[in-house]
Nanobody
Framework: QVQLVESGGGLVQPGGSLKLTCSAS?????MAWFRQLRGKEREFVAA????????TYADAAKGRFTISRDNIKNTVHLQMNSLKPDDTAVYFC????????????????????WGQGTQVTVSS
C-alpha cells in the first residue's frame, strides 16, 4: 500500500475549472479518482494505468475531465473543466499495485490505497 494525499479542491462557479492532485508515497500501478456525495455510494470518475497510460472515464466525466500522471513524482492529476453543480462531491484518490484491464479499472474493490478526500463544490 501507499499513502495518498489529495489537494486542489475548493469552491468554483458553474462552468469553471479545477485541477486536483494526488501525491503518492511510492510507486503505484493503476491510479484513479472516485467521488462521493453524502449518503451516497462512492462512484468512479476516472482511472489511468501505469506503463501504457491507458485511461478510462465515467460517462459523466467524458469530454470534461482529464486524468494524467507523473511516474517520476508519483502523482496523478484530474483536470476538471466545465464544472456543474452535480459535480459537487468529495473526491478521493485511489491506488492499486496491479495494472488492471480497462473494464476493471472502475471497480473500487480493486484499489487497496485511498486518500482522505478533497471537497469540490460547484456553486454560484
Amino acid at each position: 500500500q501507499v499513502q495518498l494525499v489529495e489537494s486542489g479542491g475548493g469552491l468554483v462557479q458553474p462552468g469553471g475549472s479545477l485541477k486536483l492532485t494526488c501525491s503518492a508515497s511510492g510507486r503505484a500501478s493503476t491510479m484513479a479518482w472516485f467521488r462521493q456525495l453524502r449518503g451516497k455510494e462512492r462512484e468512479f470518475v476516472a482511472a489511468i494505468r501505469r506503463g501504457d497510460a491507458k485511461t478510462t472515464y465515467a460517462d459523466a466525466a467524458k469530454g470534461r475531465f482529464t486524468i494524467s500522471r507523473d511516474n517520476i513524482k508519483n502523482t496523478v492529476h484530474l483536470q476538471m473543466n466545465s464544472l456543474k453543480p452535480d459535480d459537487t462531491a468529495v473526491y478521493f484518490c485511489a491506488a492499486s499495485g496491479s495494472n488492471w484491464i480497462l473494464s476493471a479499472m472502475s471497480n473500487k474493490e480493486g484499489y487497496e490505497s485511498w486518500g482522505q478526500g478533497t471537497q469540490v463544490t460547484v456553486s454560484s
